[in-house]
Each structure stands twice: as C-alpha cells, then as structure tokens.
C-alpha cells in the first residue's frame, strides 16, 4: 500500500555514476555503538544490516571520528587501518542487499587528551545550550599547526574509506563541528575537501 501512494520513492535513480536501487536514503545517525577506541563490533554491523535489510537504497552511516584519540566515547572512527576491516563488513552486508553505503567523516569536538576530554575550536568562544562539550569553559583554541594535522586525518579517514570501498564518503566540515554556532568556515572546509579529494578520487559514489 504504502509502495503504491508514494511510487517514485521506490523507482530506482542514480547519484553521479552510483545507481540506487530507490530514493530511501537513510542520514547519518550516531548511535554510539563503537567499541572504546571507535572500533565497530556486532551491535553496529547488525544495526546497519537491519537497515539495509528493511529496504534502504543509500545508507550514510553515522559521523564517524577521523582520529580515534580525538573522539567522543564509542563513536566510530576510521581513523586507523587496523579499524577498517570490520567496516568491510558492514560494506558487505549492505550490497547483500543491495543497498549502497557512503560514510560521513566527522570530527565531535571533543578530543582525548591523555585521558581527559578536551572541547576544541578555532576560537575559544563559549557555545550556549551546548549539547556536546564541557558547558562554561571556551574550548582550546587550536593553532594554524593543529588544524592542518586535524584536516590530514580527514584525508587519510577519507583514503581508508575508500579503499575499503565504503561507498562514497561525505563530510562533515571540520569547523561546521569546531566551531560555534556551527557555521561552516569556508576557507577550512575547502581544504579539507581538497586533502581527501586528493587522496581518493572526485568520482568517489560510484563505488
Ligand atoms: C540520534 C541522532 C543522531 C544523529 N547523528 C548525526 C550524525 O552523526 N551526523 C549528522 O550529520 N547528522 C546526525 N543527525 C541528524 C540526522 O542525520 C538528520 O539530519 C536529522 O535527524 C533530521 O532528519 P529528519 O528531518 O528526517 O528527521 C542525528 C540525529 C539524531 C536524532
């Protein structure tokens, strides 16, 4: 019933050279599902191929840390190699269904700091009704130096994800997240888009 009154969202489309086979097309969630140390364990795999199963055509799976030491507990990271192959596996069980996967690499704010959680920004200005983050205190401003390192594990989270074909990649701009109240600084996201354009490929849905 539902299929007949809302036909086109099950017609199939394509997103650059990516074919899907629907329009449902699942946003990116955390769940907080990761193993300590962002890595992926049963509970993610099954609560992507849940998905994946009930019919999604695209799922983009949720803001994932691209370094594990500048993370929020149990988010998922693809910040290192030994991480990826449990992401292959939840790649394969969404072609089991022939779904298509993509992952949105995203920084939380939050950074592990010789195991205190440090809120960082490109300004120490204070968020209101924050919802992450040590409420009252400005986070640690960070320097010209330490952003470039934060935009290379962007692009080298965007590499591993593509060679694990992870099906495309989306990210969240480092300082739509950095900074308060989440505007994107266009110059930063540039950058970014460039670094891990440059080590994956523009064409990057198609896989
Ligand atoms: C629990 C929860 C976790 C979310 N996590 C993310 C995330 O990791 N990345 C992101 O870009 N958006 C995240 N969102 C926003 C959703 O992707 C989505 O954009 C939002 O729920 C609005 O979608 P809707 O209009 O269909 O409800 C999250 C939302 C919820 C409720």
Redesign the pocket.
Known sequence: MIAARFKKIFEPTRIGQMQLKNRIVM????TNYAEKGGAIGQRTLDYYEARARGGVGLIIV??SAPDPQRTVLYQASLGDDNLIPRWQKVTDAAHKYDARIAI?I?HSTIENWDGKAVQVGPSPVIVPARFMGTPGNPPHELTEQEIAERIGSFAAAARRARLRALMGWRF?VLTSTLSPPFSPQPPTSAKISTAAQSRTRQDFWWR
Request: glycine share 22%; charged share 10%.
């Open positions: 946003p990116p969630t955390g949720e803001g949105q995203m969240t």
